[in-house]
């Protein structure tokens, strides 16, 4: 078993640096940071995993981007796993996340994970003006326009939210794993067609039932279970 460290909202981002040559030192296996595109003002939106909708971060918390963080980390550490949980990628085009994924794993060769989820506040989709409820499907579509930009070859995708030829460079040497969070139908199919799941706050039983239904999604695409 491998323990890997969260960095979800610490206040001191001066100290993320340190605490990742600190966690290589002391031995965990990989260290997560999370995401926020932008934090707006007022959120509506309520928070699904505390009972009464409120999130348990203070509304000054910073959210510096991830993969620039994960390869600065990167460049002070040789062995530790680097991974965002989560990456709310559907808020970006698949040009800026294929782009700042790979980066980050060239620069770390062997090292890097995507971590990533539709996210939750529709407000945060309304600045970016991206429409929220279409976001699960903009991610299927964005994961699979990354994993084709990653080949760093001449491609062409065409989908539901985009169509492209192109071209992007510089590309990992080997498959980025795509790690998918939820607790959702569809993050859980999401998890299941992809290379793990991030689970959300849930009970033994819950996680257990939920862990049993990707395997059983994994059986019927004919994928690996390990």
């Known amino acids: 078993m491998k323990f890997w460290l ?18 290589e030192e002391v031995g965990f296996g990989g260290i997560t940071c999370a995401d926020h595109l932008v934090m707006p003002t007022r959120i509506d939106s309520k928070y699904p995993y505390t009972p009464d909708g409120e999130v348990f971060w203070p509304e000054n918390t910073p959210w510096p981007d991830p993969w620039v963080t994960l390869a600065t980390m990167g460049a002070v550490t040789s062995k530790i796993q680097l991974m965002t949980n989560i990456y709310l990628a559907a808020l970006r085009d698949p040009f800026t996340a294929a782009k700042s994924v790979a980066t980050a794993a060239v620069f770390n060769e062997g090292r890097v994970r995507c971590g990533l989820s539709a996210g939750w506040i529709k407000e945060e989709y309304d600045l970016a003006r991206v429409d929220f409820h279409s976001r699960g499907r903009r991610l299927d579509e964005i994961i699979t326009a990354m994993k084709t930009l990653w080949t760093g070859e001449k491609v062409s995708h ?27 139908k569809p993050a859980i199919r999401r998890a299941a067609l992809n290379d793990g799941w991030l689970p959300t706050p849930m009970t033994l039983a819950g996680m257990t039932a939920a862990a049993e239904n990707i395997r059983g999604l994994r059986r019927s695409a004919r994928l690996p279970l390990e």
Do not use: H, T
């Open 6 to 23: 969260s960095l979800v909202s610490v206040m001191e981002v001066d100290q993320l640096v340190e605490i990742a040559k600190y966690a």
């Open 158 to 184: 065409r989908g539901e939210f985009f169509n492209f030829d192109a071209l992007m460079c510089p590309a990992p040497k080997q498959p980025i794993p795509i790690w998918c969070g939820g607790d959702s």
